[in-house]
């Protein structure tokens, strides 16, 4: 007789169908341990007297599953996928198949076939993890901010920075903004979209960048503050300045998941410029939220009421500096 390969379910079975065989147990009882009706332990008594242990092993294992994808389907889903989706994650690509090609297939099947072509290598084998700090408990507790240079367009057009702006309780991209580069104006531009859309949170939670903290040990005017600082005191919002990535690694992934999701429906919709690419944002935003957001511990939303009129909010973010007159009438 030869290896009979079994799961932990079968050899249950087989326990069970011994101690009926040996008449320890009633078909009753076997019945309710197997959860299975009298008529199918009887059936499985027949099996096992007739074939012994062989016989309670499923009977299709090792046979081709009926809903199986034939070889040359399989062979056409991949090459479309090598053709036009070569960079895109098992789940994305399930998706857009779905959308633009009517091809219904599940994402772990995908992934198992681009794993078997060298198409797909798991993160886990990629990066080392991190253990991710607690999340707030409400929205606009704490909201992460950041800007991911990167080639937005690919070869359709120049580098930019994209601005993003995550809730750290429910993982929702609450402002994003393409500019040209990091800067306190680019910021101002963003963080008026935000107050006007949301209202004030209770903090920022930013890096160290020039535009968040002041780096240098003597500034020489704006009393320890940068800008973009003085204009969050005068709005009653809090900036904290992480210390490493990691620490703001809410936002850190999102950029990481940006710079492939967002990348790849920038092509589809043929977009290469800044200003269509805002102009699109706002249903990405959505989207990407009705997939990714999670319900807060609290239901609370701790945004406050911007109150404050367009005009002052316009002597709020802008360039303001201290200085002093001398006698001799020359600015410090």
């Known amino acids: ?111 198992k076939w681009m794993i078997e072509d060298g198409l797909w290598i798991s993160r886990k084998h990629r990066r080392t993890l991190h253990q991710p700090r607690l999340r707030r408990e409400a929205l606009g507790e704490l909201i992460q901010i950041d800007g991911s240079e990167h080639r937005w367009f690919e070869d359709r057009g120049p580098a930019c920075t994209l601005l993003v702006f995550i809730d750290d309780a429910t993982g929702k991209l609450m402002q994003m903004r393409f500019v040209a580069s990091e800067s306190t104006f680019a910021y101002f531009e963003a963080l008026e979209g935000y107050l006007n859309e949301h209202g004030r949170p209770v903090a920022f939670y930013s890096d160290k960048h020039s535009v968040f903290r002041v780096n240098h040990p003597d500034p020489r005017t704006g009393h320890g503050m940068t800008q973009f600082g003085r204009a969050l005191n005068e709005l009653n919002i809090e900036i904290i300045c992480a210390n490493s990535s990691q620490a703001k690694g809410r936002v850190e992934r999102a950029n990481r998941t940006l710079q492939d999701r967002l990348v790849k429906e920038l092509r589809l919709a043929g977009i290469s410029d800044r200003m269509a690419a805002n102009a699109f944002l706002p249903g990405f935003i959505a989207a990407f939220n009705a997939r990714f957001a999670r319900q807060p511990r609290r239901p609370d939303n701790l945004h406050r009421s911007l109150n404050v009129e367009p005009d002052r909010l316009r002597q709020i973010l802008c360039r303001r500096d201290e200085r002093f007159v001398s006698r001799q009438l020359a600015l410090s």
Request: hydrophobic share 40%.
């Open 1 to 111: 007789m030869g290896w009979v390969l079994m799961s932990e379910r079968d050899l249950n079975r087989l326990k069970i169908l011994k101690d009926v065989e040996a008449e320890h147990l009633s078909v009753t009882d076997a019945a309710c341990l197997l959860n299975l009706s009298r008529r199918q332990v009887h059936r499985l008594m027949a099996r096992y007297r007739s074939s012994g242990p062989a016989g309670v092993a499923h009977r299709a294992r090792g046979r081709r599953p009926n809903n199986a994808i034939c070889a040359e389907r399989r062979t056409e889903i991949l090459e479309l996928v090598r053709n036009e989706y070569s960079d895109f994650g098992p789940t994305f690509a399930a998706e857009k198949l779905e959308e633009l090609h009517d091809i219904r297939i599940s994402r772990e099947s995908l992934r």
